[in-house]
């Protein structure tokens, strides 16, 4: 059975960057597109990148040229870069598979 588990999250300053990844239990990494979303609060969740298993990228217009999107076959993992932040940006990360349930993401917070 496939799941993700989503970690990394904190607190940090607006132009600060953070990390936060996905583990991917259960299928190999490379296998399928993985896509992060994130949710702010009083928001609807919003898709803001996405990796293709042939290792294509694609992001939303509002973290484009901030935010990268990667995969460490190595550890099975999907991670997010996140440089430049705004308090805009502060919401619950999560990540989805096509093969699992959601996870229960990871909070990210852009605060001074």
């Known amino acids: 059975q496939v799941h993700v588990v989503e970690s990394g999250g904190g607190l940090v300053q607006p132009g600060g960057s953070l990390r936060v990844s996905c583990v991917v239990w259960g299928t190999p990494v490379t296998l399928y597109a993985v896509t992060w979303y994130r949710q702010g609060p009083g928001k609807q969740r919003e898709w803001i990148a996405t990796i293709t298993s042939g290792g294509d990228t694609n992001y939303a217009d509002s973290v484009k040229g901030r935010f990268t999107i990667s995969t460490d076959n190595a550890t099975n993992t999907v991670n997010l870069q996140m440089n430049s932040l705004k308090p805009e940006d502060t919401a619950v990360y999560y990540c989805?598979?096509?093969?699992?349930?959601w996870g229960q993401g990871t909070q990210v917070t852009v605060s001074s």
């Open positions: 989805n598979h096509p093969k699992s349930s």
